[in-house]
């Protein structure tokens, strides 16, 4: 069966714009993650959306961050007023529902590039 | 504050040579443990996933191992082969209700025919 996937796989886009990313998950899976995974590092969490809710948004680093899930599947990460630091791999992830017992499965990410 | 260290950065080792990768984690009440492979400029693929009561998980030339009181967790890689060559984290699900993973950095490993 169909994966995660996340469009575009690439974007480059100059300080000051906003962009937005799109993530699709696993059919039928509630639980919805977003990364972040800057050069050499490990990905950094996000936000979690159980269902259509943002059940914890406690990684969004400022208020230049927003992510929504209007109907529970298809997710969007929306960047305003881009800056270089946001520069990184931004990665999707999706799991049946949130537990102990529940692999998460990762799409191949958005390289996002601001100049 | 979960925090996740994995060692070595780096690891370079010849064709057929079994190797052991090393993560630790800071508190112990965690869910489960993930290990994920990474190959360059694609996502994570999920290797081994072992939950809070278990000590171990195997798959194929895989073993992964989990010490919760310790803080630890090995991957086991035997025979490993040229396309064993990825970066390797190990992530650790955090307790609460979102189990949201924290990630070590990796480990870069090549395997040379």
């Known amino acids: 069966g169909a994966g995660v996937s996340q469009t575009p796989s690439n974007k480059v886009t100059e300080k000051g714009k906003y962009v937005e990313l799109r993530c699709d998950p696993i059919?039928?899976?509630?639980?919805l993650y977003w990364y972040r995974q800057s050069l050499g590092q490990g990905p950094e969490f996000l936000i979690y959306?159980?269902?259509?809710?943002?059940?914890?948004d406690s990684g969004l680093p400022n208020d230049r961050f927003f992510a929504v899930r209007p109907e529970g599947s298809v997710s969007t990460l929306k960047i305003q007023r881009t800056e270089r630091g946001d520069s990184a791999v931004y990665l999707c992830?999706?799991?049946?529902?949130?537990?102990?017992?529940?692999?998460?499965?990762f799409g191949p990410g958005t390289r996002l590039l601001v100049l | 504050k979960q925090e996740v260290t994995q060692i070595p950065a780096a690891l370079s080792v010849p064709e057929g040579e079994n190797l052991v990768l090393n993560c630790s984690f800071t508190?112990?009440?965690?869910?489960?443990l993930q290990w994920f492979r990474q190959d360059p400029g694609k996502g994570l693929t999920s290797l081994l996933l072992?939950?809070?009561?278990?000590r171990e998980q195997t798959s194929g030339r895989l073993n992964a191992s989990l010490d919760k009181s310790s803080g630890r967790s090995t991957l086991y890689i035997a025979a490993s082969q040229p396309g064993d060559s990825a970066t390797y984290l190990c992530?650790?699900?955090?307790?609460?209700?979102?189990?949201?993973?924290?990630f070590g950095k990796g480990t870069l490993l090549t395997v040379n025919p």
């Open positions: 992530a650790a699900h955090s307790g609460g209700s979102n189990y949201k993973l924290t």
């Open positions: 059919s039928g899976h509630t639980a």
């Open positions: 992830a999706s799991a049946p529902q949130a537990g102990e017992g529940e692999t998460q499965y």
């Open positions: 072992i939950q809070s009561s278990q």
């Open positions: 508190d112990s009440a965690i869910y489960n």
């Open positions: 959306f159980q269902g259509t809710g943002a059940a914890d």
